[in-house]
């Protein structure tokens, strides 16, 4: 994988892919025998926006490969509240480790970060624009339960301003997949990336009604309303806890269908999901640390 940054899923090849995703298998069969790849190695976690999965698996995954963890802690107790800059920032950050991981609530901030930087940067969100290394692990899972070529997967939710999902259809350009988005009006993909899917070929569809596709589907991937991402409250309260899934809304989907979510849920999936065969939601978390060891191994080499 010949690239100095990770910033979107746009600059992910299939031949980028299946490299990441064949080496986190060979992690994940013993993740302790990798402990010694990185010896030394620093990492900083860089996260103005809260995290739980995004940041305590790189943690992990960086550890696990003998080096360890840095972290800039809340924005509230960094200079970033005194009106540091990003740019400020991260040059002061790149001399203290060997890669930084950086979540930012402006879309932009990881590529703009990016230029002022040597040491690798990973972009774990950005904003509503991209979020590649949860695509990783998300295509690893897929790969998994389904296969990524003759696929037919459900993108359902937030697809505005979801960046999983903006990452995700990218990345599936790659593979012969079947795309079908379903979302109420107001949150249907941003022009930007339905012309950037239709100038890949990709093979979109779009619904508002889930039952229209659901016994087609290998894969359903169900992103939450993100209240965080609305400039209009109005605007949220209108389309939350639509699109809900539960026990019963599965009654039509193949025995097989995988369940995805990116995580965290509020109520957009039914916690009686949660012990059918069809969820994998939380083995696609897990997931996480050997993708981004992975990840981090070809990028520190």
């Known amino acids: 994988m010949r ?3 990770l910033l979107t899923a746009k600059q992910l ?10 080496r986190a298998r060979e992690f994940a069969d013993d993740p302790a025998a990798h402990a010694d790849r990185h010896p030394g190695a ?3 976690l860089c996260f103005f926006e809260p995290s739980t999965r995004t940041k305590m698996s790189f943690e992990t995954a960086a550890k696990r490969l003998g080096g360890d963890v840095i972290d800039m802690g809340s924005v509230e ?3 970033v509240k005194k009106g540091e800059s990003l740019a400020d920032t991260v040059r002061v950050i790149e001399g203290y480790a060997d890669g930084i991981v950086l979540r930012h609530p402006s879309q932009g901030a990881a590529q703009m970060a990016s230029e002022f930087v040597d ?3 990973v972009n774990a969100g950005d904003g509503a624009g991209h979020h590649p290394s949860q695509t990783l692990l998300d295509l690893y899972t897929i790969d998994e339960h389904a296969g990524l070529d003759d696929l037919t997967i459900g993108i359902m939710g937030d697809l505005k301003y979801g960046r999983t999902v903006h990452s995700l259809a990218h990345a599936l350009t790659n593979f012969d997949a079947r795309q079908h988005f379903i979302s109420p009006e107001s949150l249907r993909l941003p022009r930007s990336v339905r012309y950037d899917l239709h100038e890949s070929g990709a093979n979109v569809r ?3 009604d889930l039952e229209a596709v659901l ?3 290998d894969v359903l991937y ?3 309303i993100q209240r965080e991402r609305f400039p209009d409250e109005e605007e949220y309260e209108t389309v939350a806890g639509q699109y809900r899934i539960d026990a019963e809304t599965l009654d039509a989907a193949r025995d097989d269908l995988a369940v995805m979510h990116p995580l965290p849920r509020v109520d957009e999936i039914d916690p009686g999901v949660d012990d059918l065969p069809n969820a994998t939601y939380f083995d696609q978390a897990h997931n996480g640390v050997p993708v981004r060891m992975a990840l981090l191994d070809l990028l520190l080499e």
């Open 215 to 217: 016994s087609e589907l």
């Open 222 to 224: 169900v992103t939450r």
């Open 42 to 44: 620093l990492l900083a």
């Open 3 to 5: 690239h100095d940054h």
């Open 206 to 208: 779009e619904h508002e």
């Open 119 to 121: 040491v690798p940067l």
């Open 77 to 79: 107790s960094s200079s």
């Open 13 to 22: 090849s299939r031949a980028d892919i299946e490299e990441v995703l064949s």
